[in-house]
Every structure is written in structure tokens, then in C-alpha cells.
């Protein structure tokens, strides 16, 4: 026979006075008891701590109830830990409701009684909409075993390379002619990344070149240049995409790929200096970092190592100047308003290349803040300042030209003064920026972006539940360092596994239900639905695809007929929340009064 | 030359003016005048057959006839003198009685006038040249604009004699005002139930070819051969798709006034105007139209179609019939009667508030309440001295209905017609007339010009006083409900469609019959008929008849196969050309057009003007202004005019 | 305790954002109650409405803010819902200030904290619901569960996207709503008081004869009112039909 349960327990956490220092719990526990159908009330110092999860499990497997309500800390908190232990008493999930007496009560008033009256409202308002839930089960997907790497850069090619040594299938979809990404165009990498070859230049290749042979040398990669994303369909675990190449002069092909999960390592675009013209960007011997490598490469592969010669007459310079933050940190109209992470770092690095070649140039660097709280990266800097190289901390504010001779004048901020000086190199250290790219992979994948136009740095801690198989490496999240980006690709790559391992995802029921008798096909629901999660087709009402689905609900609250419910967050179970905000609700205040 | 003069006598219409025996003897002096003679009725038998006997005795070559207007008997008096073996257009005419005896008082004086009269005629008859008659190969179709009761019935009947139609209806549905009218005087006949199978005989006619919700872009040509383009709006809906179950309009959420029931009710931006609507199909009314696409959406058919654009269909006809109907004068034009007061409306929106389609389902109540005191004012902006002096004919009748039925929906109503002249004329209307009086409908007289003003009633939301002097004197009415007949005036888009047709307006703006008595169907375009109120207000009876007359000009000209053209038309004296091309610029018929003359690059290359004759309707505009005088209009050639005027100057 | 505020925060943003707030222990008044649902689009305005019914003094809608939505639009909707209730609600006087919309970011503790203050004290200074607004809003409330205006504004975004003048949009929303709101008041007048006729209803609404008949030809023709007799006054007298909802 099967056991009878329809009780209610009502857990309170003082969380070690956090919550019991503002809200008198005893008496919003008696007020709990008194409500209708909780059959247990119960507290805990610490309900999130082992000795508490252990309690909570003991209680309810004992009680004969099938609701529950946390009253603690935020469900953002510790949810997950009480639902796990909830389930794991075998009552549903989708039957705990919280009331989040911490952020929302203890820790954001300051009169003790109000504060308990309103802890018990909160209550009330979760015991009430308990009532009125649902057991739901998780909607399953599975997965499919290939992976889609936009982007071959380090942090695609991480990704790629761990994901294959498991023995999934990678295809990366790369728009230039070759892989390798920007790091390709870097001529030394700084402080020192390890390549294991004892060589006074840190060129990437050592480190780098190693790791496209590994690429084209796995079996279970394959590498699409001069390609790019077409269109896209599907759903987590189960993508159609269209990837369109070059394959010759002026021809192309179309390729189908289905993939399960897409790696997004689409790396930043370098600022372009010529939006500000402070800089003098249009003067010969005004350059960029990036065009610095450049020549450091050139002159390297024509023999005879890493040269610096000014491009307008191919002599030795007496006097660089960087000008660091160059369109970072909103210094001039024009600028992006973030830091762009690397270039007081690679700043540095140059300057010390130039000083160790030319001993007699004059090294300046222009910098505001020098930002780089990285391992190795203090001592670096403290070294360089030692080797003569000049730091002014200040804004440039002019760079001209006049008969051929380079003029800068900027600000001395340490001594408070602003000089002019001659000078025979200006190098920019520009920043970076999302890739134009960025707007129409967002849209395909509906991946967020964030404030700057980087794909969004998701915490999966504080994000419940990721609904697109789709993960983001590298400088397609904002600048990075080498290493970072790298460690990127390691984590996508992880995600992925995980994903693919398993052979599925389970994902929140969390959805509309359709009542087709009073379905109107009027077609709103489509239209304001970005993830193609429901659709009025042939049939008689509109359908929900669940695995497209994000559960936002707003189609429910659009639906011209009313004929959508939200699974877990229904009218009714709104309006209960509604209805017992203040006191209780008029038909059981009459029931208790009659 | 040897010409005859016949002096016509019109009983006393022509002699009691004029010295008539005195005009032919004067006329036996003049210059080639063979034989002159007078007599009583010249266009009688015995007056045509003097004339044909004279033809042959004398081997006359031109003949004169002084009696009435050209326009009269012309062509009577050109068929004599060809069956006596002349060319038609050996002919010339004096118009003694309209131009002369008619309006002089002098009997001397006006015999004088007639004897200049017959000089020029005789001068110009000298001129005179014989012309052939043109004739023109005729495409068996017809054209009908406006599918009210008038084009339906044209329609039909052109079908049914097995003919091709075109009927274009610029409204989404056929029908016209009939359609929105309730009863029909005097026969209190339910006007749908007579109407609708009529406009299903429309559509199911396999000869007839219905555009609605289209318009007439062009017309080309000349009789037997127009070549018309009609521009057919788009209804964002796809026509062969739309099943008119009407569910996009029950979802529609953009309600609008409904123009067929005058503004008293309401309809979608998704429409069909009446319940009994042909074709059946929905039209989007974009300028009410948010966008939402819920039609489009809700549609089973997928027959909504936003991208719709407008369509132009082409085609070639032998005939028209104009049958635009007529618009209603907009009351507020006349602030005395208080329109715009709530209970203060038309004749035609009673007939909405009456009809059983209509917004109160055929209550007749005025937000809400159900009248007691019914004033109905006739003439409202009819026979007005010096503005629109004529009468819209169908008012008394239906005023008279309408407070029949006021009586039959409402007993204890007190219903008052204010009306100037009962005007009852036709078959069964004084019989009704009558009877509504018997039926207690009181009728009290005013005059025109006198004072009468309709205003709210103080203090009363629902009720207004009529204020008008009567035959009782100063009188005051309270009322409940005022019903004003207002004047039926051509319709605002008729000057556009005169462009298309060539044809003429009358004074009062509808469209002119080539006579007003004998000719009333054609127009002063050879292929071109009116059916209905486009030619002037009538009744559905008369428009009907109309209606079917048309059809039978239309049928006669279609049947022919082959039609008279116009022999009065312009030459083209190539030597005087300069090519300048005035004439092919003022031409209003495009008839004139250049025409090269030597080869391309030599140089005797010149273009010259080239008249086509199909086209040419002989008005001689190009001809006055050719600068080169290059042109002449046959049968009004400048040495012909001159010659009529030196025969004026002669007396 | 007055004023009473109920928050709807979205789960992304503004959820979050109260407990930064928490975290951060900014203090606010302890007038609001959060209800937490995953977008700001899924605030049914009905819901709001309700709220209002069900004692709220004030509501407020927070999201995440414009171009951040996790779900990338559903702040708009609820901003265009909010909007134009807020135009109701002054033309009703009830008080446009009673609802609002705010953008919260998840960091924006000290935001969520100080919003809720002043919000708290903005309904504080409007005062107390008068005794006829309750049933205001439960036309209101009709209306926006009704049919016709959830269509029109459901599909103003797919009318924007393909190309509608976004300021006739607008009108045409207020444009309807007003017009059902009239319907919904006749109803809930017949409802209430039994059979009366369009010169009694138009009194007691203050509306014209013609726009209050208008109301009634609508109502009959969707089945909630039928004819009945005709009064002494000669005004015909509907009745509502029972039954109905």
C-alpha cells in the first residue's frame, strides 16, 4: 500500500545568527505551524552544514509530507544542496519552495519586529505557493558525440586538442587561411612561456608550431579554413550547421555538419588607433604593437634576428615612445571603456627587447595604471624599471609631425608638469575588441553577451542550468593573456566532455503547457519566442519544443487567449504568492473565522 | 451648283414668328439656288418626299432645310436626301425656331434673322463636300463601371444576349447603395431579398467577369475598340484562397467605423462590408491596420497576403456603360439641419438603423432609446435657387417609407414630415402617399427658402427641437429622432471618370445623355452609355430600366460587328505641315499623331502630323490651333464657315 | 503596514541584484514583497492587476536592463506592459507613479535597495487606494485578460519588426484599451446592478449616450448582454447574462 503523504515541512536555518540576529525564528516557527497543511516545523543553526543536510534527510524521511519549504538563505545560495537532499528522500523537487529570509529579510532591514513580520509573510507566501506545485521530471536530451571549435586559435586548438585525446570528433571551423589565430603574429611572448628549448627568444612557434602539427596529425580533427558559420538549427546535444569554404579561386563549397556541443573561441579584433586622433596613427613612424611584431618577425625570417628600424628611413630610433591604453579604459572619446588586460605586459617587453638591442635608445612608456596581477609579472616590471627604460605616468596629448621630426607632449603626472620632446618612434599599444562576428554568433546560439560585446563569462555557479551545448574560450570573453585563454579552451573543453561522456543532459521542465481548445493560432507566442520553442504548425494549437525552451514564460504572459500555463511558475501559483503577500488569503481567513 | 431651300412652317411653332412664305421667296434670290419652297411640317412624309422629288426633278446637288435645331433632325433630312442619291453630308440646316422664332418677339425682325439664317446656309451649303462614312470592326465585350443595381442589371442582360463582361466595382463588394437600403417603396419590399439573387446571377454568370475592389486606370481607343486597363487594389488577401469564414476578423483587434452603415457601427480592419457580401471575401483595410498579422496567423487558407501589391489587368472592349451611381451631400454643409447632433441622421443611415444587417440588427433606437417624436425633413440641399436647383427625386418617396415603417416598429410614435412639394410620380407612389397620411404621419408644408433649425434641446441629452417657420407659422418641434433627406449629388470621383470616357457633365455635375429626351442612354461618345444615378437621380426602377437599355445599345453595337465612325474629321494638308506637333498636344482624343515623311538622314526627312480617324471626333481644336493652318475640319472647313458668315453679312 | 509593494524580479538580474542588496546589507524599508519569476516578460499585466486587487499599493517590475536580458527581449514587453498601464492608471486616477519598471543588474545591490526606498515613499506620498478604484481595476483587470488588447499587444513587436509606425502602435493600444475598458465597465455595471438602460449606465460612468451604446451593441453582439423591456423613459433595458465567466 502506497503511503499517504500530504504534510508540509518547514525547515528554518538561522544560519548561525546571520538570520536569527534580525528575525525572532521562534515565533515566525510558530506562526509556520499554525498555517494550513504544515505538518512539521523544524530549524537548524546551520541547515547548508553536513550535521544540517543530514537533519533535513532524517526528518522528512521520517515525516509524512511531500512539500517542503527552506526557509533560509537565498535559493541562488544553497538551493541546489537542499534539492539534491530533498530528492534524495525521494520527494520532488519541484515540490520545495523558499523563502529567502537572509538576503531578502535578516540582512537588509533593521527593526527586529518588522522584520520578523515580514519573515513571516514570506513564509506564508512560500507555504501557500507550495501548496499549489507540481511534481515535474527533468526533460532528457542526448548528446551528440561531436564538437563544433569556432575559432583555431590557442584557445580553440586547446579545446580541440583535449577533446580529441578523448576520442570525440572536433571540427574546427576557422576563417583565415590558416590556424594559430593572433598568437601567430606575435614574435615573442613575454615574461617567458616555457618552451622547453633553451633559446634566448621566446618566439611562440616553439610553442606553438608543435601544437598545429598535433592538430593536423590527430585523426579525429578535422580542420576547416577560410570557412565560415552559415546557419545553424537545433538544439543542445543535437545541431544542424552550415559551414560555408572556401575550397579554390572564387569557389566555394557548403558543408553540413552535426555536431553535439560548439566550442566559441572566436578571439577579440585589435583596436584600430586611426578612431583617435590624438595619436597621430597616420604618421609614418607612429605604430602599432601588433605592427611592431610585425617587423620583429620580418626582419627575424630575413636572417639576422629581431631588428627595430624606423619605417620612414630604416634608421636605428634614439627615442621609442609607448603610449600604453591605447582605445582602453575610456581615456579618449573613442576608446572602450574596459582594460585590455595585455598590453602593459607586452609593453614592457618590447621596451626591454629595444633597450637590450639599442642599449643607447631612450625607452618611455606613457601609462596610466600598470595592470598585470600576474605570477611573475610583479618582478618583471620592478627589473625593468631598473634597466633605464622610463615610466611617466600621465596622458599623451599630442603626437605630431613637423619637417619629418615626431613631436609628443603629454603630462608628467608624478612631477606635475607637461613636457614636449622629440622623439623618433611612437609604438601604440592598442587594445582589444569583440569580433565583428560576435553580434551574429550571439544571435545563432542566443549566447548573451555582455556590457562590452564579449560573449558573456558565464559562472555556473550562479547560472542554474545551461540550455545551449554551447561554451566560450579565449578573448570571444574579453582580453586575455595567453595562458588564460589556453586554460579557456582546457574548461570548454571539459564542459563538452562532461556533456558527451554522460550521452545527455537533463534539463528543466520548466515550460508552457498549451490548452488547444482555447488556442487561437494567433501565431504571438512564435513571434515573441526567440529560441524557436514554440511553433504554430499544421497542428490545431501551438506546440512547445521542449529542448528549445528556455522556460522564460514570456509567451505565457503574451498569449492573446490565455491557453499557456507555465509549468512551476503558473497564474495560479503567482497570484497565490499575490494573495497571501500581505495576510492571509480571503478564503481561508472567512474558512478560519467561520 | 444647284441647291434646294425647304422652309418649315412647325405648324405655328416657326410661322407665328416668321414670315415664312416671305423667307423662301428670299431664298429663290440667292446665289445657286435652284428651287425654294415652304411647308407646314418638312420632316412629315409629304415634307420629305417633296424633297426627294425635287432632288431628282431639279438634279439638285445640295440641300437646305430651315426648320428646327440640327440636333433635332439632321440626320432625319440626311437620310432623305441619300435616299434620293446624295451624300449625307450634302446637307446643311437653318435653325429657324430654336435660334429665331423661339426667342424673338419681332415678327419682322425675326423674319429678317431667318433670312440671314438660310443665306449662310445656303452660302455654306455651296461649300459643302460630300464624305465618306468611316466604319470600324467592333470587339464583342463590354465594359461596365459600377456594379450598383444600374451596372448589375446592364451586366445581366449583355450576358445573357451572350456577350462578354467586365464588371468593375471599386467597392470589395458589388451591390451599391441598393444594398444598404432597407424597404423599397412603395412595395415595401425587402430590399436584400430582391437584391442578393441578382448579385449572385452576377457572379455566377459565366459570361460576366467581376473585378471588385478596382478601378478604372485608363481607356484607350474609340467605339468597337477601347482598350482598358483597371488597377485592382490589393486586399491583402488572397482572393482564391479566402474561404470568408470570417475568422480573421473575429481576431482582429482594430475596430473602425463602418463606412456602409455610415459611421452608426463598427467593423475590423479585416472586413467584408455586409453579411451578404459578393465576392465573399475579406479586404484589409491597411489604414486601420496595426500590423499585428494576427489574421494572417489565424487564417486557415494561408490566404492572407501582406506583400500583396495592386494589379493592373488589361483588355479590349467594344462598349461602356458608366454606372458610378450617385453620393449622398454631406449634411454638415447645411448646419441649420443639425447634423452631427447624436439624433440627427440621414435617409440612408436610417435605412441601416431599419435593415435588419444592420448595427442595431433593425431596432430602431438611438443609443438606446426608442424614439417617440420622428421629424423627417426633406430637400435637405435640393432645389436650392441658385445652387442645386434640381430635385433628388427619390426623398419624398422614401421619406414617406420610412415613416411608414417609423409607425410599423414604433406604433405610438409621432412622426412629422416637413416637406415642400410631395413629389408621388410614379406607378403606386400617391396610392402610399396616402396611406402613410391615413396612418396618422403628419405632413406639414414649408417653403424652401424659409427659416428652420435643428438644435440640442436644452438641457436634454436626447432630444432636439426643429425650429421652422411652416404653413402654421413659427413652429417647434421636439424630437426624439430627425431624419434628413439630403440631396443626391454626382459622385466625387466622376470629373476622373469623365477624363477615362471623353464624355460630358451637366450642370449639375452627373453625367450628360447625348438628348434628355430622345437620347438619354448615350453619350456625346459614340460607345459609350450611362445606366443609373451616375446620369442623374432615380429611382431603383428607373434605374434598372436604364440599366437594361443600356444593355440593349450595347447588345445592337456588339451584334453589328461593324460600327459607323465619325466622317467630320480633321485633314492634314501635308505641304502647310511643319511638324511642330500643337495639334498632337491639344488633340483631347489623341487623334493626331506625326507620321515621317523621306528617309531617315536624307534630306527630304520631315515628320508630319497624321490624323486617325477611328480617334478623330471632329471637334476642330487642332485646327484653330495649327499654327500653320494646316488643317481643316471636313464638313467645318475655315472656307465653309467663312461662306456661312459671308451669307450672314449678305442680308 | 502601508504602502504594500509587490516586486516582481526576473531571475537573472534583479533577483540576484536584492541579494546583493542582502549581501551587502543595504538596508530598505520592509514594504515590498519579491516574487521572483525567470523574466520580466513573464509579468502577466492581469498579474499586476491582481496585484493591485489583492491590497498591493504599488508594484514594480524589475529586469534585467535593456539589451541584457537573459532572454534577450523580454524586458521590452514588460516595459511596453507597464507603460501603458501606467497610462491607465493616470487616466483613471489611480495613480500612473504606483507602477513602475526598473533595470537591476545582478551587481546593483545598492540600485535595488535605493529604488525600493523611493519607491516605497512615492506610493507613501500618493496615498491610499480611494474606494471606487477597486472596481476600476477589476476592469482593468478584465481588459487585460480580454482577448483584444493582449492581441494587439502581444503582437507589437512582430508589427514593429516588419515595419508598423511604432507611435500609431502606441495610440491604437491606448486606443483599445480604453474602448474596452469602457466595455468591461458597462459590463461590470450591469453585472453589479442588475437590468439598466444606456441613459442610467452613461450617468453612472460619466460617458456619452453614444459611446456607452456603443458599449452595449459590442456586449450584445459577444453574447454577455441581452435586450430586455422598454423602460418608461423609453430607453430600452439590457440585462447581463448569467452564466457568463
Known amino acids: ?594 | 451648283m444647284r441647291i434646294g431651300v425647304y422652309v418649315c412652317h412647325c405648324g405655328l411653332n416657326i410661322e407665328a414668328m416668321v414670315d415664312v412664305e416671305e423667307v423662301a421667296k428670299f431664298a429663290a434670290t440667292l446665289p445657286d439656288v435652284t428651287v425654294a419652297r415652304d411647308y407646314k411640317y418638312m420632316c412629315s412624309d409629304p415634307g420629305q418626299e417633296m424633297i426627294k422629288k425635287d432632288i431628282q426633278e431639279f438634279e439638285l446637288e445640295r440641300v437646305v432645310v430651315a426648320s428646327c435645331s440640327p440636333r433635332m433632325h439632321e440626320p432625319t433630312f440626311q437620310v432623305t436626301i441619300q435616299e434620293a442619291g446624295l451624300n449625307a453630308y450634302c446637307f446643311e440646316m437653318a435653325n429657324i425656331r430654336e435660334h429665331c422664332s423661339w426667342v424673338h418677339t419681332d415678327k419682322e425682325r425675326a423674319t429678317e434673322k431667318a433670312e440671314a439664317l438660310v443665306a449662310a446656309a445656303v452660302f455654306k451649303a455651296s461649300q459643302l463636300e460630300p464624305l465618306e462614312t468611316i466604319e470600324v470592326d467592333v470587339t464583342p465585350t463590354a465594359l461596365i463601371i459600377g456594379a450598383g443595381i444600374a451596372g448589375m442589371q446592364a451586366a445581366l442582360d449583355i450576358a445573357d444576349e451572350g456577350f462578354k463582361v467586365y464588371l468593375v466595382e471599386k467597392e470589395p463588394s458589388i451591390g451599391g447603395h441598393m444594398s444598404q437600403l432597407d424597404k423599397t417603396f412603395p412595395t415595401l419590399d425587402c430590399s436584400a431579398c430582391i437584391l442578393t439573387p441578382k448579385m449572385v446571377d452576377v457572379a455566377r454568370h459565366e459570361n460576366i467577369e467581376l473585378i471588385t475592389y478596382a478601378e478604372v486606370e485608363s481607356i484607350g481607343g474609340y467605339i468597337g475598340n477601347f482598350k482598358v486597363k483597371v488597377r485592382k487594389k490589393p486586399r491583402y488577401i488572397d482572393e482564391t484562397k479566402c474561404t470568408g469564414c470570417g475568422i480573421c476578423a473575429q481576431h482582429c483587434p482594430v475596430k473602425a467605423l463602418n463606412e456602409y452603415d455610415l459611421g452608426l457601427g463598427y467593423r475590423k480592419a479585416t472586413y467584408v462590408p455586409f453579411p451578404q457580401a459578393i465576392p465573399m471575401k475579406y479586404t484589409i483595410d491597411r489604414d486601420n491596420c496595426i500590423q499585428c498579422r494576427t489574421c494572417e496567423h489565424v487564417c486557415g487558407m494561408e490566404a492572407v497576403d501582406f506583400e500583396q501589391k495592386e494589379e493592373f489587368l488589361e483588355f479590349d472592349v467594344g462598349a461602356i456603360v458608366v454606372a458610378t451611381g450617385y453620393d449622398l451631400l454631406d449634411p454638415l454643409e447645411k448646419p441649420e439641419f443639425g447634423y452631427g447632433l447624436e439624433n440627427v441622421i440621414t435617409g440612408l443611415q436610417f435605412e441601416r438603423l431599419s435593415n435588419a444587417s444592420g448595427p442595431t440588427a433593425g431596432k430602431l433606437i438611438i443609443n438606446g432609446k426608442v424614439p417617440k417624436d420622428v421629424v423627417f425633413i426633406s430637400c435637405v440641399g435640393s432645389r436650392e435657387k441658385g445652387g442645386r436647383e434640381y430635385c433628388s427625386r427619390f426623398c419624398c418617396m422614401y421619406n414617406a417609407k420610412q415613416a411608414h415603417l417609423v409607425g410599423e416598429k414604433i406604433p405610438d410614435a409621432n412622426v412629422t414630415v416637413l416637406y415642400t412639394d410631395m413629389r408621388a410620380y410614379g406607378e403606386g407612389f400617391e396610392e402610399f402617399y396616402n396611406r402613410v397620411r391615413e396612418e396618422g404621419v403628419k405632413y406639414v408644408r414649408r417653403e424652401l427658402d424659409d427659416p428652420i433649425e435643428v438644435k440640442k434641446k436644452d438641457g436634454e441629452e436626447d432630444r432636439v427641437v426643429v425650429v421652422a417657420k411652416t404653413e402654421n407659422g413659427l413652429e417647434e418641434y421636439e424630437a426624439d429622432l430627425v431624419v434628413l433627406a439630403n440631396a443626391a449629388i454626382a459622385r466625387s470621383d466622376t470629373e476622373k471618370v469623365r477624363r477615362l470616357v471623353s464624355a460630358s457633365r451637366s450642370r449639375d455635375g452627373f453625367f450628360l445623355e447625348l438628348h434628355p429626351k430622345l437620347r438619354p442612354i448615350e453619350t456625346t461618345v459614340d460607345g459609350i452609355f450611362l445606366a443609373g444615378c451616375a446620369q442623374a437621380p432615380k429611382d431603383i426602377p428607373d434605374s434598372v430600366a436604364q440599366g437594361s437599355a443600356a444593355a440593349s445599345y450595347v447588345c445592337s453595337l456588339l451584334s453589328q460587328k461593324r460600327a459607323k465612325g465619325e466622317s467630320c474629321i480633321s485633314v492634314v494638308n501635308e505641304d502647310l505641315c511643319i511638324g511642330c506637333g500643337t495639334c498632337v498636344s491639344v488633340c483631347p482624343y489623341g487623334a493626331m499623331e506625326f507620321s515621317e515623311r523621306g528617309s531617315y538622314g536624307s534630306s527630304n526627312f520631315r515628320k508630319v502630323a497624321q490624323n486617325i480617324s477611328a480617334l478623330c471626333k471632329g471637334c476642330g481644336t487642332c485646327g484653330s490651333e495649327c499654327p500653320g493652318r494646316a488643317i481643316d475640319v471636313k464638313h467645318f472647313k475655315d472656307d465653309q464657315i467663312l461662306a456661312q458668315v459671308e451669307g450672314i453679312l449678305s442680308v | ?245
Not at chain 1, 147 to 172: C, D, H, Q, R, W
Not at chain 1, 228 to 254: A, N, T
Not at chain 1, 306 to 317: E, N, T
Not at chain 3, 4 to 12: A, E
Open chain 1, 1 to 594: 500500500m502506497k503511503e499517504e503523504k500530504d504534510g508540509m515541512a518547514v525547515f528554518f536555518c538561522h544560519c548561525d545568527g546571520e538570520v536569527s540576529g534580525m528575525v525572532d525564528v521562534p515565533a515566525v516557527m510558530e506562526y509556520a505551524a499554525t498555517l494550513p497543511k504544515v505538518t512539521i516545523v523544524e530549524e537548524h543553526e546551520h541547515l547548508c552544514s553536513k550535521e544540517g543536510i543530514a537533519r533535513l534527510k532524517e526528518v522528512l524521511r521520517d515525516g509524512k509530507v511531500d512539500r517542503v519549504v527552506m526557509a533560509a538563505c537565498s535559493p541562488r545560495t544553497h538551493g541546489d544542496i537542499f534539492l539534491n537532499a530533498v530528492e534524495s528522500v525521494g520527494i520532488n523537487e519541484y515540490l520545495v519552495e523558499f523563502a529567502n529570509l537572509r538576503e531578502q529579510c535578516a540582512w537588509v532591514h533593521e527593526d527586529r519586529e518588522e522584520a520578523t513580520e515580514k519573515a513571516k509573510d514570506l513564509v506564508r507566501m512560500a507555504v501557500f505557493r507550495a501548496m499549489e506545485l507540481e511534481p515535474l521530471d527533468r526533460i532528457k536530451l542526448s548528446i551528440f558525440p561531436s564538437v563544433l571549435v569556432i575559432g583555431g586559435g590557442v584557445a580553440g586548438m586547446e579545446a580541440a586538442l583535449n577533446i580529441a585525446s578523448k576520442g570525440f570528433k572536433v571540427v574546427i571551423v576557422e576563417r583565415a587561411e590558416e590556424i594559430g589565430g593572433r598568437v601567430r603574429k606575435l614574435s615573442t611572448t613575454f615574461p617567458t612561456i616555457s618552451c622547453g628549448i633553451p633559446c634566448r627568444h621566446d618566439c611562440p612557434e616553439c610553442e606553438f608550431t608543435p601544437k598545429v602539427e598535433e592538430i593536423y596529425a590527430a585523426g579525429n580533427i578535422e580542420v576547416l579554413t577560410s570557412a565560415e558559420l552559415v546557419d545553424v538549427e537545433g538544439r543542445i546535444g543535437d545541431y544542424k550547421v552550415k559551414v560555408r569554404r572556401k575550397v579554390g579561386e572564387g569557389e566555394e563549397e557548403v558543408r553540413d555538419l552535426n555536431v553535439g556541443t560548439v566550442i566559441i573561441a572566436t578571439g577579440s579584433r585589435t583596436f584600430d588607433p586611426g578612431r583617435i586622433p590624438d595619436y597621430g596613427y597616420e604618421f609614418e613612424d607612429v605604430i602599432t604593437s601588433e605592427e611592431l611584431e610585425l617587423m620583429y618577425l620580418q626582419t627575424r625570417k630575413g636572417g639576422g634576428g629581431a631588428k627595430l628600424l624606423r619605417p620612414s628611413d630604416g634608421r636605428v630610433p634614439k627615442r621609442v615612445d609607448f603610449i600604453q591604453c591605447v582605445g582602453s579604459r575610456g581615456l579618449k572619446p573613442g576608446s572602450n571603456p574596459y582594460c585590455s588586460i595585455t598590453c602593459c605586459l607586452y609593453a614592457i617587453g618590447h621596451a626591454r627587447a629595444i633597450k637590450e638591442m639599442y642599449p643607447d635608445t631612450e625607452v618611455y612608456i606613457h601609462y596610466t595604471n600598470i595592470q598585470a596581477p600576474y605570477r611573475g609579472f610583479e618582478e618583471y616590471y620592478a627589473e625593468t624599471s631598473s634597466l633605464g627604460i622610463k615610466f611617466v605616468r600621465g596622458a599623451v596629448d599630442k603626437v605630431e609631425e613637423q619637417g619629418g621630426q615626431l613631436f609628443i607632449g603629454y603630462e608628467d603626472a608624478d612631477l606635475q608638469r607637461r613636457e614636449e620632446a622629440t622623439t623618433d618612434l611612437v609604438v601604440l599599444s592598442v587594445g582589444q575588441e569583440p569580433s565583428d562576428n560576435t553580434t551574429k554568433l550571439s544571435e545563432m546560439f542566443h549566447v548573451e553577451r555582455d556590457i562590452d560585446g564579449f560573449f558573456m563569462e558565464v559562472n555556473p555557479r550562479v547560472v542554474a542550468e545551461d540550455k545551449t551545448g554551447v561554451f566560450v574560450a579565449g578573448c570571444a570573453l574579453g582580453p586575455r593573456n595567453i595562458r588564460y585563454a589556453v586554460a579557456d579552451g582546457r574548461a570548454a573543453a571539459e564542459n563538452a566532455i562532461r556533456l558527451m561522456e554522460q550521452g545527455f543532459v537533463e534539463v528543466e521542465p520548466v515550460i508552457p503547457v498549451v490548452d488547444e481548445d482555447k488556442c487561437i493560432r494567433c501565431g504571438v507566442c512564435e513571434s515573441l519566442c526567440r529560441y524557436e520553442g514554440i511553433k504554430v504548425g499544421e497542428a490545431e494549437a501551438a506546440e512547445v519544443i521542449a529542448a528549445l525552451c528556455r522556460g522564460c514564460g514570456l509567451c505565457v504572459a503574451s498569449c492573446p487567449a490565455k491557453a499557456l500555463q507555465m509549468k512551476y511558475y503558473s497564474d495560479d501559483q503567482l497570484r497565490t504568492l499575490l494573495r497571501t503577500a500581505f495576510s492571509m488569503p480571503v478564503a481561508v481567513a472567512e474558512a478560519e473565522r467561520g
Open chain 3, 1 to 245: 503596514m502601508f504602502p504594500k509593494i509587490i516586486t516582481f524580479c526576473c531571475n537573472w538580474c534583479a533577483y540576484p541584484g536584492a541579494d546583493f542588496a542582502g549581501i551587502s546589507h543595504f538596508k530598505y524599508p520592509v514594504n515590498a514583497r519579491i516574487i521572483r519569476v525567470m523574466c520580466s516578460g513573464r509579468v502577466d499585466p492581469g498579474l499586476v492587476l491582481e496585484a493591485f486587487i489583492s491590497g498591493a499599493d504599488g508594484v514594480m517590475v524589475m529586469g534585467c536592463h535593456p539589451g541584457e536580458c537573459h532572454y534577450e527581449h523580454g524586458n521590452y514587453e514588460a516595459e511596453r506592459r507597464i507603460k501603458l498601464l501606467r497610462y491607465l492608471f493616470d487616466k483613471y486616477e489611480l495613480g500612473g507613479k504606483r507602477l513602475r519598471v526598473e533595470w537591476i543588474a545582478a551587481s546593483e545591490g545598492r540600485k535595488f535597495a535605493e529604488v525600493t526606498a523611493d519607491f516605497v515613499e512615492t506610493v507613501r506620498k500618493i496615498g491610499a487606494f480611494q474606494e471606487k478604484a477597486r472596481e476600476i481595476l477589476e476592469v482593468m483587470k478584465d481588459t487585460f485578460y480580454g482577448e483584444r488588447l493582449r492581441l494587439a499587444l502581444g503582437a507589437a513587436s512582430r508589427a514593429l519588426d516588419s515595419g508598423a509606425d511604432g507611435e500609431k502602435y502606441e495610440e491604437t493600444l491606448k486606443k483599445i484599451a480604453e474602448e474596452e475598458m469602457k466595455k468591461y465597465r458597462v459590463l461590470q455595471t450591469l453585472r453589479k446592478e442588475g437590468e439598466l438602460c444606456v441613459r442610467v449606465v452613461a450617468e453612472k460612468l460619466g460617458l456619452s449616450l453614444r459611446e456607452t451604446f456603443d458599449c452595449f451593441l459590442d456586449l450584445k453582439h459577444e453574447g454577455l448582454i441581452e435586450e430586455g423591456d422598454i423602460g418608461e423613459d423609453r430607453y430600452m433595458i439590457y440585462g447581463f447574462v448569467r452564466g457568463e465567466r
